[in-house]
């Protein structure tokens, strides 16, 4: 018995040694030391030695698993340090190659616009309102002298949540908002930038949610004049000091007298003659706005004997096509990475 437990721990010590992997250790390590190992049936035939033989025989077989176990795990160790190493070697990084440059995100370009238009506007002494995305039909709406019956309360042209609560048509409502809040007649010269949706189709010219910003200024013996300079300015300092505004008579609820705003066009400055961009007309639509209707004023606590004041408002994304001439409002919302370097 003695004599076969140390032919077997030489054995195994042999194909240990030779092992070239842990897998192959893994296999000599059932071989010798798992249940149905050549240790463990030697183990099961001690039932046949004498009561005086056994403690002897078991305390040999122990030894030479505990040989055995050892030799395994200094083995292990052996592997897995040449497996690392192998490892290393195969992955080696040759630190001499130049690093790969890190591209650096920038500013979306109705990020770009919308934060020049409100520097612009800061610079004029003008606060900058907020006010929530889903709205009460009361400052959507009623506050804005847009009666239950009016067309653009049409279901067709903007989300209802409830009967009372859509999600906003436009920012004018923060105006409302601001109005309200503040002691009657307070002066005020805002603007409310935000997102707006209506149930517009997605195409190059429309888009279910877009961005949008209303101005309102209110005080004493605030005139159309004063909204004509104000345009003009602005217009001047977003699109070049060359720029020209065309006015043209409009209509809306919530303003009276109302105007349609025109830019001559940046592209063909003005001269038409083929230019895609304004269809040859020499001018582009920008913005519409208008003297505060009397009707408003007096729904948010406002006296119109005593005050009076104009509204505007104009969207971010149909300045921003302007400025960089883009004809497909899309490619502000695809992402293309190959639009996006370009500013």
Not at 154 to 176: C, G, H, K, W
Request: hydrophobic letters at 35%; aromatic letters at 8%; a negative charge.
């Amino acid at each position: 018995m003695e004599h076969k437990i140390e032919e077997l721990r030489a054995a195994a010590d042999s194909e240990i040694k030779v092992a070239a992997d842990l897998k192959e250790l893994d296999n000599v390590r059932v071989k010798f030391l798992g249940k149905k190992g050549e240790l463990t049936n030697l183990l099961r035939g001690m039932s046949q030695l004498s009561a005086e033989d056994r403690p002897r025989v078991g305390k040999i077989v122990n030894e030479a698993r505990a040989d055995i176990e050892n030799l395994i795990a200094v083995k292990n160790s052996e592997l897995k340090e040449k497996a690392l190493q192998d490892k290393l070697a195969s992955e080696k990084i040759d630190v001499t190659l130049p690093g790969r440059k890190i591209q650096r995100g920038h500013l979306h370009p109705l990020t770009l616009t919308l934060n020049r238009v409100k520097e612009i506007f800061i610079n004029m002494g003008y606060a900058v309102e907020e006010g929530p995305e889903v709205e009460l039909d009361l400052y959507n709406f009623e506050a804005l002298n847009l009666p239950k019956d009016h067309p653009a309360r049409d279901a067709q042209d903007s989300f209802y949540i409830t009967e009372n609560i859509l999600l906003r048509t436009q920012t004018s409502p923060v105006q409302a908002r601001t109005m309200q809040k503040n002691p009657p007649n307070t002066p005020i010269r805002m603007i409310a930038p935000g997102r707006v949706y209506r149930r517009d189709d997605f195409d190059a010219s429309h888009s279910p949610m877009f961005t949008q910003i209303e101005g309102l200024v209110i005080d004493e013996k605030i005139t159309f004049g004063d909204l004509v300079g104000t345009l003009d300015f602005f217009c001047k300092e977003m699109f070049g000091k060359d720029t020209k505004i065309r006015l043209r008579p409009s209509f809306f609820p919530f303003t009276e007298p109302s105007t349609e705003v025109d830019v001559n066009c940046p592209i063909c400055h003005g001269k038409g003659g083929g230019c895609k961009v304004c269809h040859d007309s020499g001018w582009l639509e920008i913005l519409g706005a208008g003297e505060v209707h009397p009707r408003v004023l007096e729904m948010s606590g406002y006296d119109p004997k005593k005050v009076s004041g104009y509204a505007f408002g104009m969207g971010v994304e149909r300045l921003t096509m302007i400025k960089y001439a883009i004809d497909d409002l899309r490619l502000f919302f695809e992402n293309d990475i190959r639009f996006l370097n370009q500013f």
